[in-house]
């Protein structure tokens, strides 16, 4: 993200932003940055020697890696908490649904209480897109039954998902509801069982491409103001 969009995280102004930047105010991993463009991440900025707070309540973006739980603690492994850069690691994150131990991709981290519990919600069908890698090409007709919907399993009956091949010979899936396993149950259902797979993009808000598996970063104004659309708040 460009130095004087993260300063503008912090309550300041575009252009006290910049003044900022051109006195030498801000600092990159320790080292003062002049340039308003220059492309860093809100954890390794300061601002006259402070680490930058944010106001308000806070919604991150994570790449996360295979390994990593999707839960606030645990006494073994890694959690997606443990990304959340040192500044803001008292604000009281969680986790935005789950992601399984081995799938990577977008995970949302929020302290918005609200806004998880709408996201998350059955009744909100928010659209969820998954990129998985599976054994076999699935046909056309397979595919079929996964858009057509109603297969069932023993805890519930599948919506109607959209279920596309991509050029490059994955599976494209777009999911609205978050039952436990979905993707992997739906794709061994059809003869297609999961090799990996990975979350896109949940509300609409795509996984920045610019994000490195294990790093993260506040959402844009443009990403919150989605997604609390689609959460209607
Ligand atoms: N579906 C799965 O099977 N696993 C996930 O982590 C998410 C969706």
Do not use: W
């Amino acid at each position: 993200m460009r130095l004087d969009k993260i300063l503008t995280l912090t309550g300041l102004t575009r252009s006290q932003a910049r003044k900022a930047i051109s006195a030498g105010l801000a600092q990159v991993a320790g080292q003062p940055v002049r340039d308003a463009a220059f492309q860093a991440r809100p954890e390794e900025v300061t601002l006259d020697g402070a680490p930058m707070a944010l106001p308000g309540e806070v919604t991150l973006m994570l790449h996360k890696p295979a390994g990593v739980l999707t839960a606030t603690e645990d006494r073994r492994l890694p959690t997606v908490l443990d990304f959340v850069p040192d500044f803001l690691k008292n604000r009281g994150f969680g986790p935005v649904g789950r992601l399984d131990r081995d799938v990577t991709g977008l995970v949302l981290l929020t302290t918005d209480g609200q806004l998880a519990h709408r996201l998350i919600s059955p009744r909100r069908r928010v659209e969820k897109v998954y990129l998985a890698q599976v054994e076999g090409r699935p046909l056309e007709a397979e595919l079929e039954i996964l858009r057509r919907g109603g297969v069932a399993f023993s805890d519930f009956v599948s919506l109607p998902a959209g279920a596309e091949l991509t050029e490059e010979g994955l599976l494209r899936l777009t999911l609205t509801e978050g039952k436990y396993h979905e993707v992997k149950r739906l794709c061994a259902h059809i003869g297609h069982p999961v090799r990996s797979l990975k979350r896109l993009s949940i509300g609409g808000v795509g996984l920045d491409p610019a994000l490195a598996e294990g790093q993260c970063r506040p959402l844009t104004a443009e990403e919150e103001a989605r997604l609390r659309a689609v959460a209607g708040l």
